[in-house]
């Protein structure tokens, strides 16, 4: 297919066309590797992957009093895309206004805000905008381009992913890559150094962003993923930063098709509670499971008595629900630490309330959700223990949550 983009004449019947693709359903699965590819070499030669420090999550500006400890995370190289800040427009605008065409191509790819024709088809050309529309990784009408996917630069290498629908996760199947896979990629790099490990495993992998993460100190490293559009993402991704061969990636129920044992485990799973109207509505990304959204991460905190080797290092992502004022995932996660002899510290790193399901937190008396890492390591001495976590940060995220329940909004309110 050649489409005439370069020039002012569009044919009617590629207006259509285009309309037509608009207008059609989300695509199902990842675009053809090859195109994938020579997209994310051309965002290279671009410096796309410098925009990887630039804060551009958003929080309210009246939490303007963290942003003096965001800046300095800054200076130090320590920020990703996926900060909060609350100041947005700080950080980048100066390296933007000698890059133009690279803003160009983050607002398209990373921040999924359209863009124009002309100047996609100056930096890109016709002939790669051709394979882009063919695949479906961007559709056109009216002289306006929106991307399908959203392309997430991580060290040296870029995801793919569905853009990021917020609270509403309308798409079957979502593939997703936020704040809490930096959060955990970042604490999983500065727990490993320089240590080397034998073999790594990736669980609840989604688009594989934490295997990735190790693989430069793991020998070998397997991701197991459940969604089979997200193995799909994985693969093409991988393909398409030229990944070797010592990193698999296999459809996987939890534990399901994980054989061996490992001297690192790393994974994000799904950790929210949910209703069961929310669950119906395909709405799994985020389902923990039951037991408040605690279930999946149980599990695989509990696997780990059997998937870790002696000295085996282990770190997952979980929410716990806090009501009348108890902290509930500690006391689950005693009895499996003792049982399995690991030594495990809780690491708070976020205080919020539901967001995708604040009726369901009213019902059930859940005050607000402590995100953690959990630390592990398998030394045959079971504990459980809470690490701090920076007053002012705190103070300010359960003001927030306050604030929240006495909006109109809030069920109940």
């Known amino acids: 297919m050649s489409i005439p983009l370069a ?3 569009v044919t009617y019947q590629s207006i259509a066309y285009f309309r037509e693709l608009s207008e059609g359903s989300h695509v ?3 675009p053809d590797r090859e195109v994938l590819k020579q997209l994310i070499d051309t965002l290279r030669k671009r410096d796309y992957l410098f925009t990887a420090r630039f804060p551009a999550l958003r929080r309210p500006l009246w939490m303007f009093a963290l942003e003096p400890h965001v800046f300095l995370r800054y200076v130090q190289g320590r920020t990703s895309s996926f900060t909060p800040t609350a100041l947005p427009a700080l950080y980048g605008n100066k390296w933007f206004r000698s890059h133009k065409d690279t803003e160009i191509l983050y607002r398209l790819f990373y921040l999924n805000r359209n863009a124009e024709i002309d100047s996609l088809d100056r930096i890109l050309g016709s002939e790669m905008l051709s394979g882009l529309v063919d695949s479906g990784m961007i559709k056109y009408s009216n002289g306006i381009v929106r991307s399908e996917y959203r392309l997430v630069p991580r060290g040296d290498s870029i995801f793919l992913s569905d853009p990021d629908q917020g609270n509403r996760r309308t798409t079957v199947q979502y593939v997703y890559v936020g704040n809490d896979s930096v959060v955990l990629a970042d604490f999983a ?3 490993m150094l320089n240590r080397e490990y034998e073999r790594g495993l990736d669980l609840c992998a989604g688009t594989a962003f934490q295997g990735y993460n190790i693989r430069s100190n793991c020998r070998s490293v397997l991701a197991a993923e459940f969604n089979p559009r997200a193995v799909d993402f994985a693969r093409a991704t991988f393909y398409a930063n030229g990944i070797n061969d010592s990193f698999s990636i296999v459809q996987s129920d939890l534990w399901e098709k994980v054989t061996g044992t490992f001297d690192i485990i790393v994974s994000n799973p799904p950790y929210y509670p949910a209703s069961e109207c929310l669950i119906n509505s395909k709405i799994l ?3 923990g499971g039951t ?4 279930e999946k991460p149980l599990i695989i905190f509990d696997g ?6 002696k000295g085996g290092l282990g770190m997952l992502l979980a929410a716990s629900p806090v009501i009348m004022g108890e902290d509930i995932l500690m006391e689950r996660l005693k009895p499996l630490a003792e049982r399995h002899g690991l030594e495990t510290v809780l690491i708070p790193w976020k205080f919020t309330n539901i967001k995708l399901d604040p009726e369901y937190q009213v019902q059930h008396g859940i005050d607000y ?14 504990s459980v223990i809470l690490a701090g976590y920076p007053y002012l940060v705190k103070f300010l995220e359960k003001l927030q949550i306050g604030i929240q329940k006495r909006l109109s909004s809030w069920p109940g309110s």
Do not use: C, E, P, W
């Not at 037991?291 to 605690?294: F, N, S």
């Not at 780990?304 to 080797?309: I, V």
């Open 7 to 9: 020039d002012s004449v």
């Open 369 to 382: 959700l402590i995100h953690y890492i959990i630390h592990t390591r398998k030394t045959g001495n079971g």
């Open 189 to 191: 790099h500065r727990t």
């Open 285 to 287: 990304d985020v389902f």
């Open 291 to 294: 037991d408040h959204g605690m």
């Open 28 to 30: 199902d699965q990842a």
């Open 304 to 309: 780990f008595g059997q998937y870790l080797d």
